[in-house]
């Protein structure tokens, strides 16, 4: 099998089980995220300003995991982008030193 040919299935395999982890993630902060809310509408007692301080949270880690997502999603693009080398001859002689 040809080298190029097993690091791109090596990395499909890595690229897969990080998605499937992710998701995972995403699931297990969901549920955790309604728990939080449910607990928050029916603890009176807890000030309002705590439970601006919660929402935020909650919305900060929605943010950076959709940043996260992104980043990997660029990245192994980037490297399965490379495996197939340039497109035309164009974009080899771009990329050549020129004196």
């Known amino acids: 099998m040809d080298?190029?040919?097993l690091f791109r299935e090596m990395l499909e395999?890595?690229?897969a089980a990080f998605d499937n982890n992710l998701k995972a993630m995403f699931l297990y902060q969901t549920q955790s995220e309604e728990y939080i809310l449910r607990f928050l509408n029916s603890a009176v007692w807890i000030?309002?300003?705590?439970?601006?301080?919660?929402?935020q949270w909650l919305e900060?880690?929605?943010?950076?995991?959709?940043?996260?997502?992104a980043c990997a999603d660029k990245n192994y693009r980037k490297i399965f982008d490379s495996l197939n080398g340039p497109k035309s001859q164009d974009a080899a002689k771009d990329k050549s030193f020129k004196s």
């Open 3 to 5: 080298q190029k040919q």
């Open 13 to 15: 395999f890595n690229k």
């Open 60 to 69: 900060g880690y929605k943010k950076n995991y959709e940043h996260l997502k």
């Open 47 to 55: 000030p309002e300003e705590n439970r601006k301080m919660t929402m």
